[in-house]
């Protein structure tokens, strides 16, 4: 309801986008603290924990202003890698067959406003079950994709997140 609240009030031009996203962003933090999971969205508890009880309170995202320039993008690596360049990359591929989407699908569909075609979706786990998955999400791809994109870095430092218990040791 809070979802759908505030982008009626986008589209009938009563916030502005700036608000938009604030909003976007309080409602998702404020969610993801009463979710009933130990951490990704892929398995939900069978009893209700003490915070999955509480009721929603949407608090203001808490924001650290700085002077600083950031970009953070969502889309698969080897094919952004080709259209930025900067001094410290930071990458954080998938590692194994799970795409990130699914592991966050319930705060990915606050965030787009897209409602699951219920045929779609898993029974057990509540998971629509189209989620992109990348070359990092197939064993016998992740090796050359990851070594693909290392030597293709237009920065002089890469910072890179991957698991060893994944498809690469």
């Known amino acids: ?3 759908v609240a505030i982008e009626e009030w986008k589209n009938n031009g009563e916030i502005s986008d700036d608000l938009y996203y604030f909003l976007l962003c309080s409602l998702i933090e404020s969610a993801d603290k009463h979710a009933n999971t130990t951490s990704v ?3 939900f508890l069978k009893s209700l924990k003490k915070s999955a009880q509480k009721s929603l309170v949407i608090a203001p995202a ?3 202003c700085n002077s600083h320039n950031h970009q953070v993008y969502c889309e698969d690596a080897n094919t952004l890698i080709k259209s930025i360049s900067g ?3 930071y990458l ?4 194994n067959q799970h795409p990130y ?3 966050y699908f319930m705060l990915n569909l606050l965030a787009t406003g897209q409602e699951p075609n219920l045929a779609e979706v898993s029974q057990v786990s509540g998971i629509p079950k189209n989620w992109n998955r990348s070359q990092y ?4 791809c992740v090796e050359p994709a990851l070594e693909k994109l290392i030597a293709t870095i237009p920065a002089a430092f890469l910072l ?3 698991n060893s218990e994944g498809f690469i040791t």
Do not use: E, V
């Open 101 to 103: 989407g699914s592991n």
């Open 92 to 95: 954080d591929p998938p590692y």
């Open 1 to 3: 309801a809070a979802r």
């Open 62 to 64: 808490n924001y650290q």
């Open 137 to 140: 999400n197939k064993a016998r």
């Open 160 to 162: 890179i997140s991957f």
């Open 87 to 89: 001094d410290i990359l």
């Open 41 to 43: 969205y892929g398995a």
